[in-house]
C-alpha cells in the first residue's frame, strides 16, 4: 500500500490521480491534498477519501508535505510556485512524482542537489515515456531523446499567419484538455521548450542531443534512439492516468488505467519537423538551458507574464515569445543560485515583462 499526498488536488492532473487512486483503494491510500483556493472542491474530495490532511496555498501545501507521512508526493501544482514543495517532499525522503515541471526547471541545480538517485520520477506524458523506454538500454547506449509535440491548435501555419490569432484559437488544442496557461505553452510551444530542459535535468542527456518532433496524432509520446540504430518509442492512446499512475507506483504498472490501442483498426501515425521561425520557442529553450542558472526562472516568470497579458487583450500571440527573448536578453544573472536568488529573479522578470508588455501596448 502506497500512501500518497497530492498537491493541486482539484486540477487536472490531481483530479485524474484521484480516479487512478479511487478505482485501486488495495494499491493507495491517499493520505493528503492541497490545492490553491477552492475549498469547497477540498473538502469534498476529503469527505470522499476519509483524509484528515488538507491545505490551501502553497506555504500551507509545502508544509503538508513536510508533516504528513507518505511514500509518494505527487506535485501537480501549476506554474514555479510549486519549487517549495518540491523541494520538501526530496528532503523529506518521499519519492517525487513530477507533474510540476516548472519546480525543476526553475530549481535547477538546487533540485538536483536535493535529489537522490531515482527519487524523482516524471509524470508529463513526454518524460515518463522517455524515462519507460530508457530501460530498455544503459544510459552510454543512448544516442538521443526526441520529444515529441502535437504542434498544438496552430501547427503548420508560418509566422506571418500567427498574428492575428485570438485567445480562444489559442485554447482550442486538439488533443488535450489542459488549463489556461498550459494550453496556451502548447500553442506557443513554449510548453514543448520547457520539456526540453526537464528533460535534460532528468535524464542529463546534452541540449544538441534533444530533439523535437511534431506528432500531430499523440499516440507516440517520445521516443528514445539508441547508438546501434535502435529507436524505443511508447505509445498509448491520450490518457494522462497512464503516466499519473507509474509516477505514483514507480517502476510497477498499474492494471485497468487506460485503454490500449486497437491495432485491428487501420491507421497511421506522422511525424513532421519543427517549424522554428514560426514556434521560436524550442531554440530559445535551449539556449536558456545552456545559460542555466536563473535563466530558465526568467523565461518561465515572463512567459507567465505574458500569457496573462495575451489573454487580457495587452499582447498579441507572437508578442510571447518576443517578449521573453527581450526579458532573457536584459537579464543579469545573480553570482549564487538559491531559493532567494530565484524569488528576486522571478520577481525581476516578471516587472519587466509588464514595463515591456506595457510600453508596447
Request: overall charge negative.
Amino acid at each position: 500500500m502506497r500512501r500518497v499526498i497530492v498537491l493541486g488536488s482539484t486540477g487536472s492532473i490531481g483530479t485524474q490521480a484521484l480516479d487512478v487512486i479511487r478505482s485501486h483503494p488495495r494499491r493507495f491510500e491517499l493520505v493528503g491534498i492541497a490545492a490553491g483556493t477552492n475549498a469547497e472542491a477540498v473538502a469534498a474530495q476529503a469527505a470522499e477519501f476519509q483524509v484528515e490532511h488538507t491545505a490551501l496555498g502553497a506555504t500551507e501545501a509545502e508544509q503538508l508535505v513536510r508533516d504528513v507521512e507518505a511514500d509518494v508526493v505527487l506535485n501537480a501544482i501549476t506554474g514555479s510556485i510549486g519549487l517549495g514543495s518540491t523541494l520538501a517532499a526530496l528532503q523529506a525522503g518521499r519519492t517525487l512524482a513530477l507533474a510540476n515541471k516548472e519546480s525543476l526547471i526553475v530549481g535547477g541545480a538546487l533540485v538536483q542537489a536535493a535529489a537522490a538517485a531515482d527519487q524523482i520520477v516524471p509524470v508529463d506524458s513526454e518524460h515518463s515515456a522517455l524515462a519507460q523506454a530508457l530501460r530498455s538500454g544503459t544510459r552510454d547506449e543512448v544516442r538521443r531523446l526526441v520529444v515529441t509535440a502535437s504542434g498544438g491548435p496552430f501547427r503548420g501555419r508560418t509566422r506571418a499567419e500567427l498574428t492575428d490569432v485570438t485567445p480562444a484559437e489559442a485554447l482550442a488544442h486538439p488533443t488535450w484538455d489542459m488549463g489556461r496557461v498550459v494550453t496556451t505553452n502548447s500553442a506557443t510551444l513554449v510548453n514543448k521548450g520547457l520539456e526540453v530542459i526537464e528533460a535534460h535535468l532528468l535524464f542529463d542527456v546534452p541540449y544538441d542531443d534533444i530533439e523535437v518532433v511534431v506528432h500531430p496524432q499523440s499516440i507516440v509520446h517520445s521516443m528514445v534512439e539508441f547508438v546501434d540504430g535502435s529507436t524505443i518509442a511508447q505509445a498509448s492512446p491520450p490518457d494522462m492516468r497512464l503516466p499519473i499512475s507509474l509516477g505514483l507506483d514507480w517502476p510497477h504498472r498499474v492494471g485497468g488505467v487506460g485503454r490500449p490501442l486497437d491495432w485491428r483498426e487501420a491507421t497511421s501515425w506522422t511525424f513532421e519537423p519543427l517549424d522554428d521561425e514560426a514556434f521560436p520557442a524550442v531554440a530559445l529553450a535551449k539556449a536558456v538551458g545552456r545559460a542555466g542558472g536563473t535563466f530558465p526562472a526568467v523565461y518561465n516568470a515572463a512567459n507567465e507574464q505574458a500569457v496573462d497579458a495575451f489573454h487580457e487583450g495587452r499582447l498579441p500571440f507572437l508578442g510571447i515569445v518576443d517578449t521573453i527573448d527581450r526579458v532573457i536578453d536584459a537579464h543579469d544573472a545573480p553570482d549564487e543560485l538559491t531559493v532567494e536568488t530565484l524569488a528576486e529573479t522571478e520577481r525581476w522578470a516578471r516587472e519587466k515583462a509588464d514595463s515591456l508588455i506595457a510600453r508596447a501596448a
